[in-house]
T-cell receptor
């Protein structure tokens, strides 16, 4: 069975500071990994995906994530936080890309001016 | 271009009533997914369609929940005899193929009084 653990239900950073949102996964097969962002009263928007190509994945809005098999991690980072980055972030896993997504509980990111 | 469209955006109904939630996927997307998002449970998979067939219904929480998809396009999620625990945001997603990233609608916020 697959699962995703997001460490920290709420992360707060200052504007311009590094953003680091943690995600660890459990999968019995090579995983497909995703990060989604959700703004209030909106659906989920895909930030980036890992599908067994390059381990460092670049996404939209300056975000990137690195797949580390040895640590079963797929942490999301952004060098400099903007106020507009404040939202809920979800890490998700599927196997072979053709099964439904299993989501983590989400991390709410707050950006302080 | 048009994204995934869900209607209604909000639905308030009395306990025991039946409700229908509609999802219009992105044109040409063959895979369609329903998820439920609630405070206590996070994001949960409900059902997956490939074309008009549903190879995976494993997430439907009870036999009060059903879904269909017609013409390989529009899908309807029906909840019969609604209960208060059914209150949640119901999200629909579609993808070009099952192995492609999922695109989400803004959801239907369902409130059971």
């Amino acid at each position: 069975a697959q699962s995703v653990t997001q460490l920290g239900s709420h992360v707060s950073v200052s504007e311009g500071a590094l953003v680091l949102l943690r995600c660890n996964y459990s999968s019995s097969v090579p995983p497909y990994l995703f990060w989604y962002v959700q703004y209030p009263n909106k659906g989920l928007q895909l930030l980036l995906k890992y599908t067994s190509a390059a381990t460092l994945v670049k996404g939209i809005n300056g975000f990137e994530a690195e797949f580390k098999k040895s640590e079963t991690s797929f942490h999301l980072t952004k060098p400099s936080a903007h106020m507009s980055d404040a939202a809920e972030y979800f890490c998700a896993v599927s196997h072979s890309g053709n099964t439904p997504l299993v989501f983590g509980k989400g991390t709410r990111l707050s950006v302080i001016a | 271009g048009a994204g995934v469209s869900q209607s209604p955006s909000n639905k308030v109904t009395e306990k025991g009533k039946d409700v229908e939630l509609r999802c219009d996927p992105i044109s040409g997307h063959t895979a369609l997914y329903w998820y439920r998002q609630s405070l206590g449970q996070g994001l949960e998979f409900l059902i997956y369609f490939q074309g008009n067939s549903a190879p995976d219904k494993s997430g439907l929480p009870s036999d009060r929940f059903s879904a269909e998809r017609t013409g390989g396009s529009v899908s309807t999620l029906t909840i019969q005899r609604t209960q208060q625990e059914d209150s949640a945001v119901y999200l629909c997603a579609s993808s070009l193929r099952a192995d492609q990233p999922q695109h989400f609608g803004d959801g239907t916020r369902l409130s059971i009084l």
